[in-house]
């Protein structure tokens, strides 16, 4: 299951997710897309994002998999999947 590691502090600004590394300082700004994933990442696992992501914007599951999957990536550290 995706969850916000603990040592992350994020906030909903309506246009974008502002996501901080409270170990580091760094800020990451998440907006379309990377935005719409990380509101709907936590409490699912990878292949129920990938459906989510799919529903989200009207595509087939295999067609943004390997998008999904390459963002959730990219956000490690921040985000932690656990069984």
Known sequence: MIRVAAHAAWEDTDDAVLVMDL???DVVRLDG????????APGLD?????TAAAEAY????DDVRDDVLAWL???EGLLSDEP
Do not use: D, K
């Open 58 to 61: 009207g595509a087939a599951p």
């Open 73 to 75: 990536a990219t956000m």
């Open 23 to 25: 170990r580091s300082g």
């Open 33 to 40: 897309t990377a935005r719409t994933l990380w509101l709907l």
């Open 46 to 50: 990878r292949e129920a994002l990938v």
